[in-house]
């Protein structure tokens, strides 16, 4: 018998459902938003104690309430307590998105008495593959230097959780209603509770809902707060939208600083708020708005959506808005773990990283942005970008490339464009190799003879030195 | 490693004034004044009224550097004032003077405490600038800066207050009164080239107006001192160079 005994720690009281430990830091107690990469930004997902707002200044868009949506809906998912402030909380909830699985709506039949049940991931994400496959067929026909075959393939978004860590967050897809029988169990288990902000007037003429809306939360709150087995989740997708009455600058600030201190006093709760686009903006907060949001809130990001802009839109064609980070959370330390642990911030390796997000059909995932590899004076490329528009043109004078690859130009069958196979091919043959590293010009090929109507390619740049060579 | 801030940058008496931006956020030096205020000596009070953040984050932070702040709170060495307590009832009711009870407390907390010889007190009003945003009115915040600084004077207690500046570059009416008050100004701000892994932000430290022998030599904001945070504080370094630390 051995002589030591082994030191056990004492007992942690268990966690409530659908939350884990921080791994920066074993004080916090995170929860996920549903949304595995905006899960990511914050560091592993939204801690329990803080506050989460989400600016949506487009008015042409609804994404901030999308990422409401995905809150409240994980919340259900994984039997968290969900608390909705909204004059319509029975029909935001009815419009959030559900697991893909046997009993789910998506069909439009009608909802059996089980609740839907996850789907096995692959089903989804396999789906999902499809479109990313295509999208980027192009990226694998560019020829790659042989050194770097072999690298795996760059990555812009981290993955979707596997089965195992699905207590932790669902897979949700947009395709999908949440069942009725989910919402009417969840009322019946008091899980399911809805704050109506209804517009009052107080002593002096001000709109009184931010202090009834905190009142009653405060009462759900310390009545709740005995169970700590059960985390809550407050749902505010529309914070001083028309419900709540004309509210100046200093009622959202006062609303939220009193909610902050709220989650604050019950640390089993965290909270998501949306603002309507028009409070959004500098024109009804004053200068410095989003900087005052940020210091009023523990986390706080903006979705600016392209949608009134069409230039941004068809420069980042695959996305649909930037990403703005102003806070992120840290109860308990000096640096937000997010810091650390986040692979899509990228503050471990070289810098900052731009964010974006897009709605794909079925997800709205959040990513790295890059500049797509068209951009600038002489640079290279061997097939064409997806962006490049084909345009009929009877005198053909692709843009010429440096180099040329040291393959002979065969029938075009390997290119994906055979187009551009063809252009190089014609280029190539007759003249002589001449090209020097600094020229980005070939000399031109006579068009002569009969041939195929050729599809020039319209790049969006052109050349400092005009078509001298141009025969 | 640059030795900054200067230790004895709030002598009894005088008036810190620490502006932050919200990409730069200034917990850290605020942290550190603590820890170096209640370690000097035994029995040194400090009263810590926070506007905004609860006592726990404060706990959170100082058991990484080995400082219990809950044997403080016990020997009420440390007293923290939930500033919200004593706002909100009067931010409902209307009156004009919201914050005087706030006042009233601190003044009574302040003449309670009876220092030992050597040691001083501190107070830290940590921040000033949310009181304007929930709706105080300017001149009330102003008003209660300016009795806050004189009482604190007068009873030879050393001050720190936080404001968070939202517009870089044009002073908002507090802090250009605040900046009348205070004896030093540290100006923790961002990077101009916005965020980065190694840098977390600079800090520059200014004279008030009635400084008139200052002790310690300002840092303009063209030669800003920068800092990187870590779980611990800030490691501090000349602009330009790694110092061992990048």
């Known amino acids: 018998m051995s002589a030591f005994k082994r030191r056990t720690t004492a007992k942690q009281p268990p966690l409530p459902a659908g939350t884990r430990t921080c791994p920066g830091s074993t004080a916090t107690v995170i929860t996920s938003t549903g949304i595995p990469s905006l899960d990511d930004i914050l560091g592993g997902g939204l801690p329990l104690s803080c506050s989460f707002l989400v600016l949506a200044p487009d008015p042409h868009s609804a994404y901030g309430e999308l990422v409401l949506k995905y809150f409240a809906a994980q919340g259900l998912a994984c039997g968290q307590r969900v608390c909705v402030v909204d004059s319509r909380s029975q029909s935001f909830l009815a419009e959030c998105m559900w697991m893909p699985g046997s009993n789910s709506n998506s069909s439009g039949v009608s909802a059996s008495a089980q609740p839907a049940s996850p789907a096995v991931p692959s089903q989804v994400t396999a789906a999902e593959d499809e479109e990313d496959q295509r999208a980027s067929e192009h990226d694998t026909k560019i020829k790659i230097a042989w050194r770097y075959e072999q690298m795996k393939q760059f990555q812009t978004t981290v993955p979707s959780p596997s089965q195992s860590a699905d207590d932790y967050c669902r897979t949700f897809d947009l395709t999908c209603r949440i069942p009725e029988a989910v919402i009417q169990s969840a009322r019946a288990d008091e899980r399911f509770l809805d704050v109506d902000p209804e517009e009052g007037t107080s002593v002096d003429g001000r709109p009184s809902s931010c202090r009834r809306v905190i009142q009653r939360l405060s009462e759900i709150l310390s009545q709740v707060a005995s169970d700590k087995s059960l985390a809550t989740r407050i749902c505010i997708p529309a914070l001083g939208s028309s419900e709540w009455g004309d509210l100046i600058p200093q009622d959202i600030c006062y609303f939220l600083h009193s909610l902050r201190a709220l989650l604050r006093r019950y640390p089993s709760a965290c909270a998501s708020i949306c603002m309507p686009p028009h409070l959004c903006q500098e024109a009804f907060g004053g200068p410095g708005w989003v900087q005052k949001l940020g210091w009023l809130t523990d986390a706080s990001i903006t979705l600016a959506a392209f949608g009134s802009n069409p230039s941004l839109t068809a420069m980042f064609s695959s996305h649909h808005g930037f990403v703005h980070i102003h806070a992120l959370p840290a109860p308990h330390t000096l640096l937000p773990p997010s810091d650390k642990f986040s692979t899509l911030r990228g503050l471990t390796s070289s810098g900052e990283n731009n964010l974006a997000f897009k709605c794909m059909r079925k997800r709205l995932i959040f990513e790295t942005l890059h500049l797509d590899v068209e951009g600038g004076v002489g640079e290279r490329r061997t097939t064409p970008s997806t962006s490049a528009i084909a345009m009929e043109s009877a005198v053909g004078h692709g843009h010429g490339h440096a180099h040329e690859p040291r393959t002979v130009p065969t029938g075009g069958s390997q290119s994906v464009a055979a187009v551009q196979v063809q252009l190089e091919q014609v280029q190539i043959a007759p003249t002589p190799p001449e090209q020097t590293a600094d020229q980005t010009l070939t000399p031109g090929k006579p068009e002569s003879g009969p041939k195929k109507a050729k599809v020039k390619k319209k790049v969006a740049f052109t050349s400092e030195r005009p078509d001298l060579y141009d025969f | ?246």
Not at chain 2, 15 to 20: A, G, M, R, Y
Not at chain 2, 109 to 134: F, G, H, M, N, Y
Request: hydrophobic fraction near 45%.
């Open chain 2, 1 to 246: 490693m640059v030795m900054f801030p200067p230790n004895e940058l709030a002598l009894p008496g005088e008036i810190l004034l620490i502006t932050d931006e919200l990409l730069a956020p200034a917990d850290f030096m605020l942290h550190r004044h603590l820890a170096t205020h209640l370690k000097e000596s035994k029995s040194s009070p400090c009263i810590l009224v926070s506007v905004s953040e609860g006592i726990e984050r404060w706990k959170a932070v100082a058991q990484k550097s080995n400082l219990i702040l809950a044997q403080y709170l016990d020997a009420e060495t440390l007293t923290f004032v939930d500033a919200m307590s004593h706002i909100a009832p009067h931010l409902d009711e209307r009156t004009d003077v919201p914050l005087q009870t706030l006042l009233q407390e601190i003044k009574t907390r302040l003449l309670r405490l009876k220092p030992e010889e050597e040691s001083r007190t501190l107070v830290i009003l940590d921040d000033i600038a949310s009181l304007e945003w929930i709706g105080v009115p300017v001149v009330e915040v102003t008003r209660f800066a300016r009795k806050l600084c004189a009482s604190c004077r007068k009873l030879n207690v050393s001050l720190i207050i936080r404001h968070h500046v939202t517009t870089p570059g044009e002073p908002d009416d507090i802090l250009k009164h605040l900046l009348q008050l205070c004896t030093y100004h540290i100006d923790v701000f961002a990077l101009s080239s916005g965020r980065s892994g190694s840098v977390s932000g600079q800090v520059a430290l200014h004279g008030g107006p009635a400084n008139l022998a200052p002790a310690h030599r300002f840092i303009p904001r063209s030669a800003a001192v920068h800092y990187r945070l870590t779980d611990l504080g800030g490691i501090f370094f000349d602009r330009g160079t790694g110092s061992g630390v990048l």
